[in-house]
């Protein structure tokens, strides 16, 4: 995961590190991961990146979960199972 110029191990710890505005890059993989949208701040969450996070034209992320307690996210190439 990339936030800015910050690499993060998961999904929640780029969130945890997010600024409202701030974009979430995922390479395109699936997360054993629950993500939980808890801060009051807008942020996108853009999956299927390379692992360059150059494009993510032609991939998918995964995740376990998505729950939105407050906020909001604009959500592009993700899938929860």
Same mark, same amino acid.
């Given at each position: 995961?990339?936030?800015?110029?910050?690499?993060?191990?998961?999904?929640?710890?780029?969130?945890? %590190?997010?600024? &409202? +505005?701030? =974009?979430?890059?995922?390479?395109? !993989?699936?997360?054993?991961?629950?993500?939980?949208?808890?801060?009051?701040?807008?942020?996108?969450?853009?999956?299927?990146?390379?692992?360059?996070? %150059?494009?993510? &034209? +032609?991939? =998918?992320?995964?995740?376990?979960? !998505?729950?939105?307690?407050?906020?909001?996210?604009?959500?592009?190439n993700f899938v929860v199972?």
């Amino acid at each position: 995961m990339k936030v800015g110029d910050l690499y993060c191990w998961t999904i929640q710890s780029a969130y945890n %590190a997010a600024d &409202s +505005g701030e =974009i979430i890059k995922a390479v395109a !993989i699936r997360f054993n991961e629950n993500l939980i949208l808890n801060r009051d701040i807008i942020i996108g969450l853009e999956g299927g990146y390379d692992p360059g996070f %150059a494009d993510n &034209s +032609g991939g =998918i992320t995964s995740v376990q979960s !998505i729950t939105t307690m407050a906020g909001k996210a604009i959500i592009e190439n993700f899938v929860v199972e």
